[in-house]
């Protein structure tokens, strides 16, 4: 199965210190598939994403990542990119083709 790996830190600073606030898996396919919201008070956080085939990522409140690219950020196989994620958005996925 593939999967999307999120690491959520309270700050870049926490990432060096490796101490996630919070970690999810997303299962990757055909279909776009959501993850939980990102918690926290207030604010933005640093997110590390992990997708371990090529994919597209979006985030928002509701988000819907497409196969065509034009809702999303392509993302290679194990190639994690860190990201500045609001709280309470949500992180969608889905297989590139």
Not at 10 to 23: D, I, K, V
Not at 66 to 82: C, F, Q, S, V
Not at 84 to 91: A, E
């Amino acid at each position: 199965m593939a999967t999307l790996f999120i690491t959520v830190f309270r700050s870049a600073g926490s990432t060096a210190h490796n101490n996630p606030s919070q970690e999810e898996v997303v299962a990757i396919g055909a279909g776009s598939l959501q993850s939980g919201v990102i918690t926290g008070a207030r604010g933005r956080r640093t997110v590390r994403l992990y997708p371990d085939v090529d994919c597209f990522v979006t985030w928002g409140a509701n988000p819907t990542a497409l196969i065509d690219g034009t809702e999303g950020r392509a993302m290679g196989a194990d190639n994690p990119e860190y990201f500045n994620i609001s709280v309470g958005d949500r992180i969608a996925t889905i297989q590139r083709v």
